[in-house]
C-alpha cells in the first residue's frame, strides 16, 4: 500500500509517524496511508525554507522566470499524469481532472511574466538630483492551506506567484487527496529550482496551527469553508501574519423570462454538477423568474437523466463519486429535511453498485427562501430551483446573503445585465456564464463571507500579496568636476 510523505528541502520526508488514510472514493476501498506533520515535522520545512530564502530572493528575474517556464513544460508534459492521481483520490472523472490542471497552468503562464509584474516607477527630478522610485520585494516564507475539491487548481493559484515573487513556500495539501502535491514538487525540482523553496507538509490541524503561528511563516492563503477562513484569517492575523482566506459560498443563477432556456439549462446542469458540484463556484440555486420556471425545470430534468455516473477512469463518465462517505452523507441528508421542495430528481436513486461513495445529481423545485436547503453551502450534487416573481426579488435574495463569491445572470436584455453587474453585492458576476472564474490575469475573490483579508488570489492582486513595497530616495553628487575629457566639446 503507498504511502504519501511530506517534502521538505528538496526530498521525501518521512515525518514522526501519525497517518491517516486514503481512499478511492469509487470503490470505499483504503488506497494508501498519508503522513500527518507534527509540530516538529512543521518546524523542519520552515527551517529548510528560511535557509533557502535569501538565495533565491537574490536570484535574477530573468532566472525565476526561466525555472517556471520549465516548470510549465515538466506540468504540460506530465498533466495526464496529475489528473489520474486526482481522479483516484478526489473522484472526478479524468477530463474535470485534467481541466483542473490546465485552469492552474494559467496561473503558471501568468508568473512566466515576472519580470513585466515586478516592474515598480520612477520619478526622476523629485527635488534638485533627488529621484524617488519604487520596488516591490518579497516576504519571505509563505504557506498555503488548500482543499480537497482542486487538489492541483487551488495550490496553482497560490505558489507560482508566490516562488516568482521570491518567496519559499510551504504548501499544506487537504490529507483526503495529497498526491497531487508530491508530483508537483517532484516536477519543482526537475525545473531547476533550489532545495527549500518548495515543500510540502501533508497533516490536518496541527500542521495548519502550527504554520498560523510559527513566527517565520510570513503570510498564509488559505481556500475552505466559511468557517475555517474566519478561524485561519483570525488567527493568523493574531500572531501578526498578513492572511488572506477564502471561505464559502452559495453561488445564484439569476433567469429572466427573455433568456435562452435551453443555454440556461445546460448551463445550470454543467454549473450544478460538475466536479460533483464540490465547488465553491458552482451554482447550486437557480433562481427563474415567473412564468419560466416549470418549462426550465423540465428542460434540466431532462438533461439531468442523461447524465453518466460513474467512475473517474472510466472514459464515458461524467460526473463521479464524492470524496468521502462523510460528505456524501451529509450532503445526502439536506434529502431528508421537511421543507416543502419537490424531489425532480433523486440522486439517492440509481447510483453505481459497491461501496464507493455515490449520490446522483439531484434537482430540487419550490425551495423555499430562507431554508437550509437554500442557504447552507451543500457542496454536492444539489440543485435548487427557486421561483422569485421579479428581477428586483431575485437580487433581493442574493443579496441577503451571507456569501458573496459568484452569481450569474442569463438574459437577453443588456440593460438588465448591465443593472445586475451594479446591484449584485458579489465579487464574481458572470452575464450568460455559469461559472464566472476570472482568467489568470485577473484576480480570484469573493465578498462578505466568501473572503477575509483584503487581497484576491492570483493576478496583481496575487502579486501585491505575496510582495511589499518599498519606496527609495536618492541623490548623487554631480561627477563634473574637470579633469580629462575626450569627448565633443561643448558650451555650458
Not at 455516473?309 to 463518465?317: A, F, K, L
Not at 450532503?331 to 449520490?359: N, Q, T
Amino acid at each position: 500500500m503507498k504511502r504519501v510523505n511530506h517534502w521538505i528541502n528538496g526530498a521525501p520526508f518521512e515525518g514522526a509517524g501519525r497517518t491517516a488514510d486514503i481512499y478511492n472514493p469509487a470503490s470505499g476501498v483504503v488506497s494508501g496511508q498519508v503522513a500527518l506533520a507534527s509540530v516538529e515535522d512543521v518546524d523542519a520545512a520552515v527551517a529548510a525554507a528560511s535557509a533557502a530564502y535569501p538565495a533565491w530572493r537574490d536570484s535574477s528575474l530573468v532566472k525565476r522566470a526561466q525555472v517556471l517556464f520549465n516548470f510549465r513544460a515538466l506540468m504540460y508534459e506530465h498533466r495526464d499524469e496529475l489528473a489520474a492521481l486526482i481522479s483516484a483520490e478526489h473522484g472526478k472523472v479524468h477530463s474535470d481532472a485534467l481541466g483542473e490542471v490546465a485552469r492552474g497552468l494559467e496561473v503558471v503562464e501568468f508568473a512566466c511574466g515576472i519580470p513585466h509584474l515586478l516592474k515598480g516607477g520612477f520619478s526622476e527630478g523629485v527635488s534638485t538630483r533627488v529621484d524617488s522610485y519604487s520596488i516591490r520585494q518579497p516576504l519571505g516564507v509563505v504557506a498555503g492551506i488548500t482543499p480537497f475539491n482542486f487538489p492541483a487548481m487551488v495550490p496553482m493559484w497560490m505558489f507560482p506567484l508566490a516562488i516568482a515573487c521570491g518567496n519559499a513556500f510551504i504548501l499544506k495539501p487537504s490529507e483526503k487527496d495529497p498526491s497531487a502535491s508530491l508530483l508537483m514538487a517532484r516536477l519543482w525540482k526537475e525545473a531547476g529550482l533550489p532545495d527549500g523553496i518548495f515543500s510540502v507538509v501533508q497533516g490536518d490541524k496541527v500542521a495548519v496551527d502550527r504554520l498560523l503561528s510559527h513566527p517565520d511563516v510570513r503570510a498564509l492563503s488559505f481556500v475552505g469553508s466559511t468557517p475555517i477562513a474566519r478561524y485561519v484569517y483570525e488567527t493568523g492575523t493574531a500572531h501578526g501574519k498578513r492572511i488572506q482566506a477564502l471561505g464559502g459560498a452559495k453561488n445564484h443563477m439569476l433567469v429572466l423570462p427573455d433568456a435562452d432556456l435551453d443555454l440556461v439549462a445546460d448551463s445550470a446542469v454543467s454549473a450544478g454538477f460538475g466536479s460533483a458540484g464540490e465547488r465553491c463556484m458552482a451554482i447550486s440555486v437557480v433562481l427563474a423568474v415567473d412564468p419560466i420556471g416549470d418549462e426550465l425545470v423540465s428542460k434540466i430534468a431532462s438533461r439531468v437523466a442523461q447524465l453518466k455516473i460513474g467512475p473517474g477512469d472510466n472514459p464515458e463518465s461524467e460526473m463521479g463519486p464524492l470524496v468521502t462517505r462523510e460528505h456524501r452523507d451529509k450532503v445526502a441528508s439536506y434529502l431528508d429535511l421537511d421543507e416543502g421542495f419537490k424531489i425532480i430528481v433523486d440522486g439517492r436513486e440509481g447510483r453505481p453498485e459497491g461501496e464507493g461513495f455515490w449520490l446522483g445529481p439531484t434537482v430540487l423545485d419550490h425551495v423555499q427562501i430562507g431554508s437550509r436547503v437554500h442557504t447552507e453551502e451543500i457542496f454536492g450534487p444539489v440543485l435548487s430551483i427557486v421561483r422569485v416573481s421579479s428581477y428586483e426579488e431575485g437580487v433581493e435574495v442574493i443579496n441577503a446573503l451571507e456569501y458573496g463569491n459568484g452569481t450569474a445572470i442569463f438574459t437577453n436584455d443588456g440593460g438588465a445585465a448591465r443593472r445586475f453587474q451594479n446591484e449584485v453585492e458579489v465579487g464574481m458576476v458572470g452575464i450568460n456564464v455559469p461559472i464566472p472564474v476570472p482568467m489568470a490575469f485577473y484576480s480570484f475573490g469573493g465578498w462578505k463571507s466568501s473572503l477575509f483579508g483584503d487581497t484576491h488570489v492570483h493576478g496583481t492582486e496575487g502579486v501585491h500579496f505575496y510582495t511589499r513595497g518599498k519606496v527609495v530616495t536618492s541623490r548623487w553628487l554631480d561627477p563634473s568636476h574637470g579633469g580629462v575629457n575626450l569627448g565633443f566639446p561643448t558650451n555650458k
